[in-house]
Nanobody
Framework: VQLQASGGGLVQAGGSLSLSCAAS????????VGWFRQGPGKERDFVAV????????DYADSVKGRFTIPRDNAKNTVYLRMNSLKPEDTAVYYC?????????????????????WGQGTLVTVSS
C-alpha cells in the first residue's frame, strides 16, 4: 500500500483545513487508517483513526470535537477534517495504515501497529 498525504498549509487560529490520504496499490477495505502528528521537538502522537470495514472512529482527547476522520470508499481515501484549529495543532501530519490486533486506544495509538506510512504534510496554525 502506498499512501499519499496532502492538504497541509498555513491557517489562522480558529480556521479549518482538510487533509487527504490517498491510497494506491491495494484497497484500504481491510485496514485501519490513522492520522498521527509530530510537532517541533515533539514525538509523533496519535490524532485519529478509523476502521475501514466498520467505520468506527477514535480521536485523541486534544482533538475530539474539532477533528473528524471520514473516508471515501470509491476514492480509497481517508480525510482529516480539522476545525477550530489552534497554534498547538501545528505539526507534520502523517497518515498510516495497518491491521492492529485490537481496536483499543492503547493499540491504535501505537505507531508500531501501522505498516504503511505517507510522507507527511505540514500544518501551520498562526495565532
Amino acid at each position: 500500500v502506498q499512501l499519499q498525504a496532502s492538504g497541509g498549509g498555513l491557517v489562522q487560529a480558529g480556521g479549518s483545513l482538510s487533509l487527504s490520504c490517498a491510497a494506491s496499490g491495494r484497497t484500504l477495505s481491510s485496514y485501519t487508517v490513522g492520522w498521527f502528528r509530530q510537532g517541533p521537538g515533539k514525538e509523533r502522537d496519535f490524532v485519529a483513526v478509523i476502521s475501514w470495514s466498520s467505520g468506527i472512529t477514535d480521536y485523541a482527547d486534544s482533538v475530539k470535537g474539532r477533528f473528524t476522520i471520514p473516508r471515501d470508499n470509491a476514492k480509497n481515501t481517508v480525510y482529516l477534517r480539522m476545525n477550530s484549529l489552534k497554534p498547538e495543532d501545528t505539526a507534520v501530519y502523517y497518515c498510516a495504515a495497518g491491521r492492529p490486533g485490537m481496536f483499543t486506544r492503547a493499540t491504535l495509538s501505537n505507531s508500531r501497529q501501522y505498516d504503511y506510512w505517507g510522507q507527511g504534510t505540514l500544518v501551520t496554525v498562526s495565532s
